[in-house]
């Protein structure tokens, strides 16, 4: 069994845990908060043995081998160099950080220490992401990517009523691209790799993050449109659109439902069973991984989250988007 550790004590850590249960060889050990109170309180609804809440502690510790972090983004380079330099694994949530400047020294860091580092991207692990890189083949020459993920924030409510929670914090390197643009990001990259050129658009809040933007990208003979939101929803799918026929994807980062309209009419559903919870598959991969003895996925690679994140640097420039975590890199 792993006996896993994890950093963050807020909903997405409880999704994490509750679907790694499923998985076969893993075992929640140690929990780790900035206050006591609060990693005892974790500890004891998850069924954790250990609290920790000085990181180099846990990161020393001997009761954990791997650790899930959901840390604010702004933390998550940090968290994990010094997780990884004390020889432990990392699965860090998306997007694995602040910019491309801290993703390499991570990957440097993963390396120097022979763990495993993978970003937490679910989608792209997923067996429907699977079936669509399996089947899209059958749609032809690929001309257009498009990708939409909008998604209005319950907490834009409070920032609208004048409370600025840390999803709308640029100390906290977080905004609309960051937590919603880059599950349409990652996928495109998967399939299609790195793009030529980078144009971004974005309504920057006064707080100092994006609400919402679009990216256009250049892939020569084929191009990529991605639109995401924090302050708006949208009930359009996504699509992969070759010369023989469409791909559609009902929720790009969720990936229930997927569908194949070809040009003569025809339908072909590829949908294929995902009865696990939605983080199970990344928790599956990584723990899988460790298993082997093998120190990157092959899916979420460490080229695959550079990529992204390079990405995502050009379109911040673009809109002029600085997180303090950028000004510290030189970025």
Known sequence: MLKFGVIGTNWITESFIAAAKEVNGFTLNAVYSRTEEKAKEFAEKHGAIHTFTDLDMMAASNEIDAVYIASPNSFHAE???????????????????????EVEKMIAVAKENNVLLMEAMRSTVMPNFRSIQENLHKIGKVRRYFANSCQYSSRYD?????????????????????????????????????????????????????????????????????????????????EIQGENGSILIDHIQDMTNIEIRYRDGRTENITVEQDKPKMYYEAKEFIELIERGELESKVNSHANSLAVMKIMDEARKQVGLVYPADRSNNV
Not at 80 to 92: Q, W
Not at 206 to 211: F, K
């Open 79 to 101: 968290y994990a160099i010094t997780i990884m330099n004390h020889g432990k694994h990392v699965i860090c949530e998306k997007p694995m950080a602040s910019n491309a400047k």
């Open 158 to 238: 409070k920032y609208k009523e004048g409370t600025i929670l840390n999803a709308f914090k640029p100390e906290f390197s977080n905004g609309s691209l960051m937590d919603i643009g880059i599950y349409c990001l990652y996928p495109m990259v998967v399939l299609f790799g790195e793009p030529r050129e980078v144009k971004a658009n974005a309504y920057l809040l006064e707080s100092g993050v994006d609400g919402e933007g679009s990216i256009l990208l250049n892939y020569g003979e084929s191009e990529a449109v991605v639109m995401y939101s924090k302050i708006s929803n949208s009930y359009v799918p996504s």
